[in-house]
């Protein structure tokens, strides 16, 4: 039995000096020695958006965008492909950074995904209609017979067998952190394999995938209580250091679900590991 811990959305936040602000606002075209920035049609809600390209591969790495309407949202914003969040060019991360002169505000959008090679959902259906333990969901025990008003169960399936294919879904009342199980590998084949990079990375015949989906008003807590700051997370992701994006991860996670056996809390992990 195995798990990967991936990142799969990635979103930052910088400042960015009034020199660079005032170019980027002017031109259409960015060239440097590692990625170009080309500035895409104005259809989103920020008056410019550059996609970055990367030189060697014309990969595209991510994109830039700044000049929100949004009175919330005034920083500059790097999103990285989704792609990229499963290859090694997220180290040029620190590159374009550096030739924009960008300086980190935050991580204001990060997707942890936690994936196995076993059906770890069945694993938690059983672990639900098991009397001797309690979950914690979003703060509240629930014993056997109470309703769990945190907790979204979905299936699909065929006429024969309605519940093939189960998912669950919990979602915080503040919707900035939530957690979504589900079959990757079916939701890769389902959706024409556009992400078979991931599929290929992880290269198992079987993948459920435990995701973590949060923004920094939330995230910003468990980086508190773990003593991280946005700096040290941002060098965390850009080099890989999975002990401690995992020690993240399970920090989300207790926030969200936990398990309590004989009035000890558990994480989930520790049940579905067995």
């Excluded at 989906?213 to 250091?241: A, F, P, V």
């Excluded at 999975?242 to 991860?249: G, I, P, S």
Aim: charged content about 25%; hydrophobic content about 35%.
């Amino acid at each position: 039995m195995k798990k990967f811990l991936n990142i799969d959305k990635l979103e930052l936040s910088y400042n960015l000096d009034y020199e660079c602000k005032s170019k980027l606002e002017s031109v259409n075209e960015l060239s440097f020695c590692n990625f170009t920035l080309i500035r895409k049609n104005n259809d989103s809600n920020y008056r410019n958006n550059f996609d970055i390209i990367l030189v060697d591969s014309g990969l595209l790495f991510g994109t830039l965008y700044f000049g929100s309407y949004n009175v919330n949202r005034q920083k500059v914003y790097i999103s990285v492909d989704n792609r990229i969040l499963y290859s090694n060019d997220l180290l040029i991360l620190s590159d374009i950074e550096r030739k924009l002169n960008l300086e980190l505000y935050s991580i204001s959008k990060l997707d942890l995904a936690l994936d196995f090679n076993y059906n770890i959902i069945n694993k938690f259906y059983k672990l639900l209609k098991c009397e001797e333990l309690e979950f914690i969901i979003l703060n509240k025990k629930y014993s056997i017979n109470d309703e769990i008003s945190g907790l979204l169960n979905v299936s699909t399936g065929t006429r024969k067998n309605i519940h093939l294919f189960k998912s669950f879904y919990i979602n915080n009342r503040e919707k900035g952190l939530s957690l979504t199980a589900y079959d990757k590998l079916k939701e890769i084949k389902d959706n024409d394999n556009t992400k078979s990079y991931i599929s290929d990375l992880i290269n198992s015949d079987k993948i459920f995938r435990l995701e973590i989906r949060t923004n920094h008003t939330l995230l910003k807590d468990s980086l508190s209580k773990l003593g991280y700051t946005d700096s040290y997370l941002h060098d965390i992701i850009i080099n890989r250091i999975n002990d401690e994006l995992f020690e993240l991860y399970r920090h989300l996670l207790s926030r969200l679900i936990r398990i309590s056996y004989n009035n000890n809390s558990y994480s989930l992990l520790n049940f579905l590991d067995k």
